[in-house]
């Protein structure tokens, strides 16, 4: 039997790392391994996880819960935001997983007007993941039989297929940038073969988590 419900890592942390989706990517809702992928980057990161299992079939919840018919199912939507944003966090990394993005790694800030400074972090970030990437896919490295993942970042890239404008979560990020507390929102969209690799190759996941990693710390204050 699956466990259905939250689970919860708390850490001396003001970035979370979530995975609202996680769950068997057989029942073509859940983004399989989305979950494992956000707890090593959580760990990673010293972050609060906060994961979403096996709740997709049931209710999607990272909807509004006002907008939830049945109040059970809104009540997990209303939990799994308030785990993310009680205490108010600097930095919230939501992992989902694709199928058909326009790239393989679709990073989006869910929203398109963002402020010059959040632009420069974003810029300077999306260069960091791509010199992780290079470096990760070198000519003859343990990757290399396996296709280098393309990148786009909205907004950005234009082009960006799942940009994640009506997800709450980044509604909610937004909402309190436009309040002038200074949060960042970064959802992740993986495609499936860097999900879900087959078995008995390559630590694929521990490459994904060291380049997702990398450049985190231009989203926290001070830098």
């Known amino acids: 039997m699956y466990f259905t419900g939250l689970q919860i ?13 996680d769950g068997d990517d057989a029942d073509g809702l859940s983004d399989g391994n989305s979950g494992l992928i956000a ?18 079939r049931l209710v999607d919840v990272n909807k509004d819960p006002e907008n939830v018919a049945d109040p059970r ?10 785990r993310i944003f009680r205490p108010l966090p600097l930095l919230v ?4 997983g694709h199928v058909s993005g326009h790239f393989d790694l679709e990073i989006s800030t869910g929203y398109r007007g963002i402020d010059a400074a959040y632009r420069e972090r974003l810029e300077l970030y999306r260069r960091d993941l791509r010199q992780a990437i290079d470096h990760f896919w070198l000519p ?30 980044f509604q909610l990020l937004r909402a309190l940038r436009l309040l002038g ?19 008995g190759g390559p630590d694929l996941h521990a ?17």
Not at 46 to 53: K, Q, Y
């Open 140 to 169: 003859g490295g343990p990757l290399g039989e396996i296709k280098k993942p393309t990148l786009g970042v909205f907004p950005l890239d234009a082009d960006v297929k799942l940009k994640a404008t009506r997800t709450y979560t």
């Open 9 to 21: 890592k708390k850490r001396p942390s003001r970035i979370i790392v979530a995975a609202p989706h």
């Open 73 to 82: 199912l809104a009540a997990w939507c209303r939990r799994y935001q308030e």
């Open 181 to 199: 507390y200074p949060c960042y929102g970064l959802h992740v969209e993986i495609h499936r073969y860097l999900r879900l690799p087959p078995p």
């Open 207 to 223: 490459a994904l988590v060291e380049i997702l990693a990398a450049g985190i710390k231009r989203f926290l204050p001070g830098r």
């Open 39 to 56: 707890a090593r980057l959580a760990e990673r990161l010293g972050a609060s996880l906060v994961l979403a299992r096996n709740l997709r």
């Open 93 to 96: 990394l939501e992992i989902h």
